[in-house]
């Protein structure tokens, strides 16, 4: 069985939370409106990883909101216009060994959204955190991730599943890094069997692009850079 938490999640419009590391209370002003630019890359993950193909795509909030019916995509809808949700890309990446799963991180799944300002990305990312929280006292297998802060604020956290292979029933366990900076909200999420996962290739990933946003920040809008050190 192949754990599908994180891209179920990811075409959701809020940026599920569990436990959020907020920052020294000084916003950074970064303004981005690209999405594709800031995003996981193929030069990001391990040389032996594959784009899986269809994963790479926009998201737009329509597609967000796909997965409510009735007066919820309603909401959904509107609370994403509320917000200036702008755009948003998602790609997934997977280790070309098939039998990668027994030595570690075999499967990378990157998504970012981006909004018109930073109070509306500041907003989701707040009601995303209640929203998961709330579904994560049913769930037994999950659990908060102790991370150092990035960006803005930023959270982690990590649920268990299992994979057949063969007559066994591998425990797998998909770590997931939440992060805002300004305008943009980025998710990583890297999967691995139980006995060998950890949150550093998520949280390596999600310094790597945090980096990034600041980059293409800096290059695109110098009056936009940010005012305080990272």
């Not at 007066?71 to 509320?82: A, I, K, V």
Request: hydrophobic share 45%.
């Amino acid at each position: 069985m192949r754990l599908t938490l994180l891209p179920t999640i990811l075409l959701l419009p809020f940026l599920f939370a569990l436990a959020a590391c907020g920052g020294d209370g000084q916003e950074e002003v970064v303004l981005i409106e690209d999405a594709e630019a800031i995003a996981l890359q193929i030069g990001d993950v391990p040389m032996d990883f594959l784009e899986v193909e269809g994963s790479a795509m926009h998201i737009t909030n329509a597609e967000s909101c796909a997965g409510a019916q009735g007066d919820e995509r309603d909401e959904c809808l509107s609370r994403l216009e509320e917000w200036g949700r702008l755009d948003g890309y998602q790609v997934e990446y997977a280790a070309s060994d098939p039998e990668a799963l027994l030595s570690g991180t075999y499967s990378i799944f990157g998504a970012v959204s981006i909004y018109r300002d930073q109070k509306g990305a500041s907003e989701a990312f707040r009601v995303g955190e209640e929203r998961l929280q709330e579904e994560l006292r049913q769930l037994e297998d999950a659990a908060a991730v102790e991370i150092p802060t990035i960006g803005d604020e930023s959270l982690a956290f990590v649920t268990i599943d299992s994979r057949s292979i063969g007559t066994r029933d591998i425990s797998i366990s998909l770590h997931v890094v939440d992060f805002r900076r300004g305008n943009v909200l980025v998710r990583i999420g890297a999967t691995a069997a139980t006995a060998l996962a950890s949150v550093d290739d998520a949280l390596r990933l999600a310094e790597r692009l945090d980096e990034r946003i600041l980059r293409v920040a800096s290059q695109t809008s110098p009056a936009a850079s940010p005012t305080t050190a990272p």
